[in-house]
C-alpha cells in the first residue's frame, strides 16, 4: 500500500522555524518527483515545493522563497521541508504529494504561527 506520513507541524511565533518530513512506503521513492502543498483555513489547496527524484532541482512558489527548504533522503525513504522565518500567512496544513498518477496524498501536519 503507498502511504505517505507527514510529522513536525506544531505552533510556533513568527519569526520562528520548523522542520516537516514525510514518511514514504509502498513505492520506489528515489524514483518519483515530491511535493509539498498547504491549505488554509477557508482556501483552496496551494503548491509550496516541489522536489526531483535525485534531489538536484528544487522549486519554490514565490511567498515561500529564500524561507523554505525542500529536500529528501532517498535512503531514508523521506521527504523535508524546513520552514525558517515563518509568518502568520503560513498557517495551513501541509501535505506533502508524491508525483505519481494518480497522485498520492499524505493525511497532513497543522502548522500554527501565532504569537
Known amino acids: 500500500e503507498v502511504q505517505l506520513v507527514e510529522s513536525g507541524g506544531g505552533l510556533v511565533q513568527p519569526g520562528g522555524s520548523l522542520r516537516l518530513s514525510c514518511a514514504a512506503s509502498g513505492f520506489n521513492f528515489g524514483t518519483y518527483d515530491m511535493n509539498w502543498v498547504r491549505q488554509a483555513p477557508g482556501k483552496g489547496p496551494e503548491w509550496v515545493s516541489g522536489i526531483n527524484p535525485g534531489g538536484g532541482s528544487t522549486y519554490y512558489t514565490d511567498s515561500v522563497k529564500g524561507r523554505f527548504t525542500i529536500s529528501r533522503d532517498n535512503a531514508k525513504n523521506t521527504l523535508y521541508l524546513q520552514m525558517d522565518s515563518l509568518k502568520p500567512e503560513d498557517t495551513a496544513v501541509y501535505y506533502c504529494?508524491?508525483?505519481?498518477?494518480?497522485?498520492?496524498w499524505g493525511r497532513g501536519t497543522q502548522v500554527t504561527v501565532s504569537s
Open positions: 504529494a508524491c508525483a505519481m498518477e494518480p497522485p498520492v
